[in-house]
Structures are given as structure tokens and as C-alpha cells.
T-cell receptor
Framework: SQTIHQWPATLVQPVGSPLSLECTVE??????LYWYRQAAGRGLQLLFY??????ISSEVPQNLSASRPQDRQFILSSKKLLLSDSGFYLC?????????FGDGTRLSIL | GQNIDQPTEMTATEGAIVQINCTYQ??????LFWYQQHAGEAPTFLSY????GLEEKGRFSSFLSRSKGYSYLLLKELQMKDSASYLC????????????FGGGTRLMVKP
């Protein structure tokens, strides 16, 4: 069966510090991979999606970036975090539908 | 682009039935999804509709009318554990399988 792992579960970072969140999928090959952000009490906002290694599409311009160095690995990064980057970050995968989500990373910026 | 609307909050009584509506506007509809999300947790898939009609899965059912751009999620025999946010999401046919989510409906089930 397919599983998705996302870490860390929680993260507290100072403004201006770098960020790296990692997501891996097991039990499938060539998945579509997605990064979402959910601000407190709000809906999911798609940040990036990838249909293959090295293929990244950005939905929202911002100081975040994503990379897919391996087929089942998706990384969300930032060189300098802003206060507005606080939120609940979710990785998801899907061959088509539905999308399955990781457990999420709760990021707090101080 | 897409516009997805659903009520922000709803309250219902344990044992009752509740209907959560979702309306959408899209240029190339290719499926509607419902997810359940408990506070602080990731969303979990509930249902998927791509054709008009009702899909039933235990206590949960989902309905779709493509001509009206309308869906609802029906929860029967409500339990306290059903207190959660319910997210409506629409997929466009030309959007690389991406989903656009509504803001979610927070359902509170009271005894």
C-alpha cells in the first residue's frame, strides 16, 4: 500500500531563517506531488505541484521554492522566512484522484 | 480560474442529519471531492463525484449537479466525532489534476 511521510511535524523558526520541509511517498512510482499551505481557520492554498523529477510548477509567487530531486521526494524550501509564512503545510500525492495527504507540518515564525 | 463557496460554520445535533452545500464556478469541470479535516490534522478523503447524482458511502453521501455547479455532502446519524471541517474541492480538466479547495465548513455536533 502507498504511504506518505512528511517531517517535521512542528517547527518554530525565527524570521529570516531558512526552511526545508521534506515529503516522501512509498509504494508507488511517478506520483503527482503537491505542497499546500493552510492558514489558521482557512482553506488549503496550493503552492507547488510536480508531475515528475525536476518538474515544478508554482501557483503562488512568494519566497518559497520547491524541488523534486527524486521520483518520490518533494522538498519545500525558503532562504529567508517571513512572518506571513506561518501556517500548516501539507504534502499530498495522487496518481489522479483522490489526493492523499501527509500529516502536515505546523510552522510558527517568531 | 475557479470560485468555490461553502458555508463557514454549521451546527447540528447528535443523531440528526446535516447537509453541507458547495457551489462552484469553473471552466472545465473534471470532478468534485469532499474531505474531512479534524482540527490540527491532515484532510482525509471522503467522496468523489464526476457524474450527476448521489454517491452513498455508509453514513456519508455526496450529490452533484454539474448543470447547477452544485454539490452537497449529507451526513446521517451524526456522531460527536463528526465534528470537523469539511472541505469541498474541484478539479479542472486542464489543470494537471490539481484541486482547488473551498474555505471549508466547520461542523459542530452537539449532544
Amino acid at each position: 500500500s502507498q504511504t506518505i511521510h512528511q517531517w517535521p511535524a512542528t517547527l518554530v523558526q525565527p524570521v529570516g531563517s531558512p526552511l526545508s520541509l521534506e515529503c516522501t511517498v512509498e509504494g508507488t512510482s511517478n506520483p503527482n506531488l503537491y505542497w499546500y499551505r493552510q492558514a489558521a481557520g482557512r482553506g488549503l492554498q496550493l503552492l507547488f505541484y510536480s508531475v515528475g523529477i525536476g518538474q515544478i510548477s508554482s501557483e503562488v509567487p512568494q519566497n518559497l521554492s520547491a524541488s523534486r530531486p527524486q521520483d518520490r521526494q518533494f522538498i519545500l524550501s525558503s532562504k529567508k522566512l517571513l512572518l506571513s509564512d506561518s501556517g500548516f503545510y501539507l504534502c499530498a500525492w495522487g496518481p489522479n484522484q483522490p489526493q492523499h495527504f501527509g500529516d502536515g507540518t505546523r510552522l510558527s515564525i517568531l | 480560474g475557479q470560485n468555490i463557496d461553502q458555508p463557514t460554520e454549521m451546527t447540528a445535533t447528535e443523531g440528526a442529519i446535516v447537509q453541507i452545500n458547495c457551489t462552484y464556478q469553473t471552466s472545465g469541470f473534471n470532478g468534485l471531492f469532499w474531505y474531512q479535516q479534524h482540527a490540527g490534522e491532515a484532510p482525509t478523503f471522503l467522496s468523489y463525484n464526476v457524474l450527476d447524482g448521489l454517491e452513498e458511502k455508509g453514513r456519508f453521501s455526496s450529490f452533484l449537479s454539474r448543470s447547477k455547479g452544485y454539490s452537497y455532502l449529507l451526513l446521517k446519524e451524526l456522531q460527536m466525532k463528526d465534528s470537523a471541517s469539511y472541505l469541498c474541492a474541484v478539479r479542472e480538466g486542464n489543470a494537471g489534476n490539481m484541486l482547488t479547495f473551498g474555505g471549508g465548513t466547520r461542523l459542530m455536533v452537539k449532544p
